[in-house]
């Protein structure tokens, strides 16, 4: 049974540009969070998706957006990448709500120029 | 002053040592996890606790939800058991809200 799979590891954007990271959920699990890990930090929250729809929401910029399809699986969108945005972009599964454990994908390494 | 603060931030051990990592909220919550995150990034969960105890190998959890702290103990410590080690708790929504982690090092 794979785990929570994020594509892709590694990537390098230049300022301005969008990118796209994707992430399929552990088997069964209806729930996907997406977190943002700067480098030395905690990850931090970006938002949570439940039966398509976004749950929940961090203190991030529009610029960064998400999706879930039917299949549960996800993608977050960043637009007009700052360097800043430079970071590991974490997605997480559960199934339901939150007395469940949490599996975390490997990461996506986005690296912005 | 975040809402989960970990100690110590950086912690060297030699092999064989009892290790301990602190963690206090300010935050009501609903569970509390222990994760571990070795350098390629991928992160592990290792315990989720809402009270009381739990155990897996040579890893210990606790928590007093009436102090508001959990810690995080490994015995007999072995080099693999190197990586980050973070905290994070789970409020009254579902998002999690992490600590910024301890770097464990331990050296045979």
């Known amino acids: 049974d794979a785990g929570v799979t994020q594509s892709p590891t590694h990537l390098i954007k230049t300022r301005g540009q969008q990118v796209t990271l994707r992430c399929s959920p552990k088997?069964?699990?209806?729930?996907v969070s997406w977190y943002q890990q700067a480098l030395g930090q905690g990850p931090q929250f970006i938002f949570q998706y439940y039966e398509e729809e976004e749950r929940q929401r961090g203190n991030f910029p529009d610029r960064f957006s998400g999706h879930q399809f039917p299949n549960y699986s996800s993608e977050l969108n960043v637009n007009a990448l700052l360097l800043g945005d430079s970071a590991l972009y974490l997605c997480?599964?559960?199934?339901?709500?939150?007395?469940?454990?949490?599996?975390f994908g490997e990461g996506s390494w986005l690296t912005v120029v | 002053k975040n809402e989960v603060e970990q100690s110590p931030q950086n912690l060297t051990a030699q092999e064989g040592e009892f290790i301990t990592i602190n963690c206090s909220y300010s935050v009501g919550i609903s569970a509390l996890h222990w994760l571990q995150q070795h350098p390629g990034g991928g992160i592990v969960s290792l315990f989720m606790l809402s009270s009381g105890k739990k155990k897996h190998g040579r890893l210990i959890a606790t928590i007093n939800i009436q102090e508001k702290h959990s810690s995080l103990h490994i015995t007999a410590s072995h080099p693999r058991d190197s990586a980050v080690y973070i905290c994070?708790?789970?409020?009254?929504?579902?998002?999690?809200?992490f600590g910024t982690g301890t770097r464990l090092q331990v050296f045979p």
């Open positions: 994070a708790v789970r409020g009254g929504t579902d998002k999690l809200i």
């Open positions: 997480a599964s559960s199934l339901g709500h939150s007395g469940n454990t949490i599996y």
């Open positions: 088997s069964g699990h209806d729930t």
